[in-house]
């Protein structure tokens, strides 16, 4: 009797996990997503390939995903109201075909930036580079801002807003910019090389009296 029980319950195990993957797989396939135990969900199977790089939340029912994809136009802008993300194509199609976005902040429900990378005209070899794209959200739609199109510039890599008009920017090149309400303008960084590829940043933090930028090989407080 024992050996029966113990021979039996082998099976019977393999048989609920079987059952269970099937469950799973049929969640999947059907129901349009992967539900996983417990808060987190995977939430749409068509935004697989979508490389997201940030997200921006102005309250737990509304925020923006950026990112970038292979296809064109390159640039992904997701947007997440009444529970549910949805792609903005009308934003992506908006902007330069070659734009990928890497920051995303909102200042509200109505205003927000991003920032990224632009295929610009390289002087040097009568093609293209990328330089930095900064995007403004505005009355509902996402449009292109500032192009930095000089020699020495790169993809800008993060930004983080303190109010409507007191933002950051930064990215490769040690490049930093300042937003005063009304235009961005650059910060000198001599110390830093700035232009020099050796300096990228990709990280800033703001605090209520300065704004710290954080990268490769650097940390720096402004």
């Known amino acids: 009797m024992d050996n029966a029980t113990s021979s039996a319950s082998p099976r019977r195990s393999r048989s609920r996990l079987a059952m269970a993957a099937a469950f799973v797989v049929l969640i999947a396939v059907v129901g349009g997503a ?22 921006a939340m102005v309250s737990p029912s509304e925020g923006w995903a950026v990112g970038e994809t292979s296809r064109t136009p390159a640039s992904v802008f997701l947007h997440y109201t009444h529970q549910h993300w949805t792609l903005d194509q009308d934003a992506s199609s908006a902007l330069d075909p070659s734009v990928t976005l890497t920051s995303v902040s909102m200042v509200s429900a109505t205003e927000g930036w991003a920032v990224g990378g632009i295929n610009v005209p390289d002087a040097t070899s009568k093609g293209f580079r990328v330089g930095g794209i900064i995007v403004h959200y505005h009355e ?7 192009v930095l199109r000089d020699q020495g510039t790169a993809p800008l890599q993060a930004v983080a807003f303190r109010s409507a008009s007191d933002g950051w920017a930064a990215g490769f090149g040690g490049v930093v910019l300042h937003y005063d309400g009304t235009t961005w303008h650059q910060i000198a960084l001599t110390a830093l090389q700035t232009g020099s590829v050796e300096f990228a940043f990709t990280r800033i933090a703001l605090t209520p009296a300065g704004a710290w930028f954080g990268g490769f090989d650097v940390l720096l407080h402004y």
């Open 34 to 55: 992967l539900y996983l135990w417990g808060p987190f969900r995977f939430v749409d199977p068509h935004y697989l390939g979508m490389n997201l790089k940030a997200i």
């Open 140 to 146: 509902g739609h996402w449009r292109t801002d500032t």
